[in-house]
Each structure stands twice: as C-alpha cells, then as structure tokens.
C-alpha cells in the first residue's frame, strides 16, 4: 500500500515542507494508521514530494523514488481519512464520487504519479469493482481542524470496543457517553471527566494529573502528560505535555504545551514547544469567517473558529500572543512582546518587524536537544530530508 500526495496535498503548508500527508493527524490517529486499519494492511511507502525523501519517524514508512508499483499494490489518495471500520473487498474505494483509493491492475512505474498531477481515477481500468466507503476529504489543510469533533466522536468507539470503560476510582464523571482508559494510564483522582458532548480515550502510558477537566470528544495518546485546566474537544497524539486551556486543537505528536495559555482550534506539528504564556486567537472580533495564507494565496476558510497551524519544530517566546488564522512555519522560532504577523516563513527566528533566517546548523543543533529529552536521535536521513527543506523553504511572498 502506497500513500499518494496529490498536487493539493503537496501545499498543505506548513506542513507539507517536513512531512507526508499520511504523516498528518486525522482525527484520533494518523492518516496512515487509519488507511492500515481499513486495508488490513501496513503502508509499504510514500508518494509525494521528492524534499521530503530521506523521512523518517516511529513506525513511518519511507518515501519511494522512481520505484515500480507492481501489479496488486493499492495506491491511496493521503488526502482521505477513512473511517476506521474495515473497508468492503473491491478493487477500487470510491468516497463522495472521488476515488480514494485503487488496486493497481499492473506494474506502474512509480514516476508516473511524481509530481503530484495525476489523479487516481485516471489510472483506474475498466470492468473492475467499485465499492462507497466512509470517511473524511482533506480538500484544505484547515479540514483536519474542521472535521475534528465529528471524526473524533466516530473514532473513539471504535478504538475502545475492546477496553472496558467507566470513570476510575477518585475522580468525577459527568455525562453519558463513555470513558476508555487503557491498562498502564494513571489518572490522579479529582480529575473531571465530561462526556456530555462525546466520550473521552486515555491511551496506555499516559497521565492525568489532580485537578483536570476532560471534555470529549477528547483522545489522549500514549505517554502524553495532561496537568490540570480544561482540555477539551481535542485530540493528543503520542509523548505529548499539555497544560493550560485546551480546545478543538490536533498535537500531531511529541510536542509541548507545557504552560498556561489558551489554545484553540489549531494544530501542532512535531516537536513543536510552546513558551509560557503562548495564547492563540481563535475567532475575530467581528465573528466573520478566518482567512489564512496559503501558497496560493491569503484565503477565505469559511470558519468562524480557527487559530494557528504550527509546523514542525516551530517555538514560540514566552507570552507570545497569535492571531486569528496564524501560520507559523517549519522550524520558526517566535519571540517578542509584540503581535507576529499572521504568517512567519519557515526558519525564519526573531521578532515581529525583525525576522532573521535561521541558520540551519543552529536549527538541527537545537532540533537535536529537544528530540534527545524524548530519547529520539536524529537519523542521518531526517538530518539530510530537514537540511533540504531549509534550503527549499518557501517565502511569505510565494
């Protein structure tokens, strides 16, 4: 099964310089997680953009170059986000009338799907069978926020099926729907948990500590720590430290929050860290809908509540404060007292009005530090895959 990041998929900024779609948070897990539920099967590889060969992560698969497909393979758009029941048997997944996903009916050269502009109801075959199946498009990088809660209330059933569930000894629930803790989370007592609004995931190895309030739908994943405030609608992937107000937000993983401040409708790369203090806006003053930049262009999202999309390894200052619709990039390191612009360039380090590209030796210097107190050494390919996306990075003015 290969993982296919079409021409759009390859400008989900500020994302898309670092990381493959399949590499992105959808809901409770990874797009990947997700397509190897519903196919039975591991993710062999990615197609997408050639900067990011070289990827490399916990349980990813790497980035394929010029390689031939052979006949079987399934190719799958990364941009849909299937439901994580099993998919019917056939050898073409249609979704909303798109094809999501396809059983190559013979050896395809891997070049062929390169550069992104191929979509995959032109290498379908005739007389082949078709099924509908459920599930979410990405058609903008902003829908992994939009369609968090109603993935997360699909998600979280089924994830827990095999867990028992009910509110630990020592702490308060509130609500109806269910709560999963898995065996080896440690949940402090005098910890709320809310399921009016939808059930709530504690996976193994996390923790909990006095005093939190949890709001489903909400996924918290292995070995995050969760330390008191409201923590609400969001979902929390692997090694991640949350403190503070939290709601409607995606921690792809290994980040940290560790700090007040409240952050809202956003999503957090990789080894992202959040100074104290670090607050986001989430919805304008005039209630309208939030525009965000793209490469394309600043666009309208037809949001009322969006915050900021951080990159991987983006830092915030302490006190920092965010604009409705932020953008930061890759590896950007944001401090100072006043408001930064509503997108900062990948790499760049400063303040606002005084932006500076940040050298990339000093990036991976820093990069390793903080990946090293998660006892997570950088490989010579993600050194290599980072080195190019500093040198490809992209302007505010692209």
């Known amino acids: 099964m290969y993982l296919y990041d079409d021409a759009r998929a390859r400008i989900f900024e500020p994302f898309a310089l670092t990381r493959p779609t399949g590499e992105l948070r959808a809901g409770a897990l990874l797009v990947r997680e997700r397509w190897a539920r519903a196919l039975a099967n591991a993710v062999t590889g990615y ?7 070289g990827f ?6 790497p980035v394929i170059e010029g390689h031939s497909l052979a006949a079987g393979s399934w190719v799958v758009n990364a941009r849909f986000a299937p439901k994580l029941d099993r998919a019917p048997t056939a050898d073409i997944l249609l979704a909303d009338g798109r094809v999501a996903a396809v059983r190559l009916a013979e050896d395809t050269p891997g070049d062929a799907l390169g550069d992104g502009s191929v979509s995959l109801e032109t290498i379908t075959t005739p007389n082949r ?6 599930g979410w498009w990405m058609d903008e990088v902003w829908d992994y926020v939009r369609h968090l ?8 059933p089924v994830l827990g099926a095999s867990m028992s569930s009910g509110v630990p000894r020592g702490t308060v629930g509130v609500g109806t729907h269910p709560v999963f803790v898995a065996e080896g989370a440690v949940v402090e007592p005098s910890v709320c948990f809310d399921t009016t609004a939808g059930p709530i995931l504690i996976c193994a190895g996390a923790s909990v500590q006095a005093f939190t309030r949890l709001v489903g739908p909400l996924f918290v994943g292995e070995h995050s720590i969760l330390t008191t405030d409201r923590i609400a609608a969001s979902s929390i992937g692997d090694t991640c430290k949350v403190h503070g107000e ?3 937000a995606i921690f792809i993983g290994h980040a940290n929050k560790g700090h007040d401040g409240f952050v809202g409708h956003s999503m957090i790369g990789r080894w992202v860290n959040l100074g104290a203090g670090t607050i986001t806006s989430n919805l304008k003053n005039t209630y309208g809908s939030v525009q965000l930049w793209t490469p394309s262009g600043v666009r309208e999202t037809g949001m009322q509540f969006l915050g900021t999309l951080f990159g991987d390894h983006a830092k915030t200052g302490i006190g920092t404060r965010l604009t409705t619709g932020c953008v930061l990039g890759a590896g950007a390191n944001v401090f100072g007292s006043a408001l930064p612009p509503k997108v900062v360039a990948p790499f760049s380090w400063g303040e606002a009005g005084a932006f500076q590209p940040f050298r990339v030796d000093k990036f991976l210097e820093v990069a390793e530090r903080m990946m090293a107190r ?5 490989g010579d390919g993600m050194r290599t895959q980072l080195e190019r996306a500093h040198s490809e990075r992209w302007s505010v003015e692209s």
Do not use: H, K, W
Not at 47 to 53: K, N, Q, V
Not at 129 to 134: A, H, L, M, R, Y
Not at 149 to 156: F, G, I, R, S, T
Not at 374 to 378: G, L, S, Y
């Open 47 to 53: 197609i997408t953009s050639p900067r990011l060969a």
């Open 56 to 61: 490399e992560e916990a349980g990813s698969a």
């Open 129 to 134: 069978t078709s099924v509908e199946i459920d």
């Open 149 to 156: 809660v109603p993935m997360l209330e699909a998600d979280l």
């Open 246 to 248: 939290l709601n409607n």
């Open 374 to 378: 998660r006892n997570v050494a950088m």
